[in-house]
């Protein structure tokens, strides 16, 4: 089944970036094997950031992709604080939106300058995450997101749940193009969907049903990768 699922989910990608490069609105191209960040991306960020569930956030997780820079800059413009995950997950860096000054914010936005301009811990305390921005390749409009294949967001967000940074309730929210709202992404069980799906034409709120995943699902990973992923050697050492 799941064999099956993951061929229809690698058909869909192609498919996805096919249409972007075709219509000329990824950048780069081409962008095959990447969370594509495409034009009008500011645009779609924007109609978040006029929302309440927005405004009223003060700490807002987001994982490194492009396509989110926008709303990764909005975050620390308005004095929130930015949540994201070290490279080689091997920790965290949270940057306060309040210490960054308006013309460094975009620098400071950046995987990158956030590791410039924040501080690192290898997790974090006394944080409780609003707001989670998720890079997609594709979603539907049941909640149903497809990433790049890597499974990075997914452990992503199983790390959040496991460290007790966010919970069922906590929303997920992902930037696309309309080109990347399709008609159905299969789900597995440890798949990560979304509560919000903002482009530049519409502001979505879905209600799938989809359950997301609790924590880390440690009979699907290896102890390859508990070796190499320092945060969840943490992790794994507390089982």
């Given at each position: 089944?799941?064999?099956?699922?993951?061929?229809?989910?690698?058909?869909?990608?192609?498919?996805?970036?096919?249409?972007?490069?075709?219509?000329?609105?990824?950048?780069?191209?081409?962008?095959?094997?990447?969370?594509?960040?495409?034009?009008?991306?500011?645009?779609?960020?924007?109609?978040?950031?006029?929302?309440?569930?927005?405004?009223?956030?003060?700490?807002?997780?987001?994982?490194?992709?492009?396509?989110?820079?926008?709303?990764?800059?909005?975050?620390?413009?308005?004095?929130?604080?930015?949540?994201?995950?070290?490279?080689?997950?091997?920790?965290?860096?949270?940057?306060?939106?309040?210490?960054?000054?308006?013309?460094?914010?975009?620098?400071a936005a950046?995987?990158?300058?956030?590791?410039t301009f924040?501080?690192?811990?290898?997790?974090?305390?006394?944080?409780?995450?609003?707001?989670?921005?998720?890079?997609?390749?594709?979603?539907?409009?049941?909640?149903?997101?497809?990433?790049?294949?890597?499974?990075?967001?997914?452990?992503?967000?199983?790390?959040?749940?496991?460290?007790?940074?966010?919970?069922?309730?906590?929303?997920?929210?992902?930037t696309v193009?309309?080109?990347?709202?399709?008609?159905?992404?299969?789900?597995?069980?440890?798949?990560?969907?979304?509560?919000?799906?903002?482009?530049?034409?519409?502001?979505?709120?879905?209600?799938?049903?989809?359950?997301?995943?609790?924590?880390?699902?440690?009979?699907?990973?290896?102890?390859?990768?508990?070796?190499?992923?320092?945060?969840?050697?943490?992790?794994?050492?507390?089982?």
């Amino acid at each position: 089944m799941s064999s099956a699922v993951n061929a229809l989910k690698a058909r869909i990608r192609e498919e996805v970036w096919s249409a972007l490069d075709a219509n000329r609105v990824a950048s780069p191209r081409p962008s095959k094997g990447r969370i594509p960040t495409f034009a009008g991306a500011r645009t779609a960020a924007l109609k978040l950031v006029r929302k309440d569930l927005f405004r009223e956030a003060e700490v807002v997780f987001s994982s490194p992709d492009l396509s989110l820079q926008p709303i990764r800059e909005e975050v620390l413009k308005t004095g929130k604080t930015l949540v994201m995950v070290s490279p080689g997950f091997s920790g965290f860096v949270i940057v306060n939106g309040a210490e960054i000054p308006g013309h460094r914010a975009a620098v400071a936005a950046t995987p990158r300058g956030a590791l410039t301009f924040g501080r690192r811990v290898k997790v974090p305390e006394d944080i409780e995450v609003d707001l989670i921005l998720a890079g997609s390749v594709a979603v539907d409009r049941r909640g149903g997101r497809l990433g790049r294949g890597d499974g990075q967001q997914d452990m992503e967000y199983a790390i959040l749940r496991e460290l007790k940074l966010v919970d069922e309730q906590t929303p997920v929210i992902t930037t696309v193009h309309d080109l990347q709202v399709v008609s159905e992404v299969p789900m597995l069980y440890h798949d990560l969907p979304v509560d919000y799906i903002t482009t530049p034409t519409a502001f979505l709120k879905v209600s799938s049903g989809y359950k997301k995943p609790a924590g880390i699902i440690w009979d699907i990973v290896s102890m390859e990768t508990v070796e190499k992923l320092p945060l969840l050697k943490i992790l794994y050492g507390s089982v």
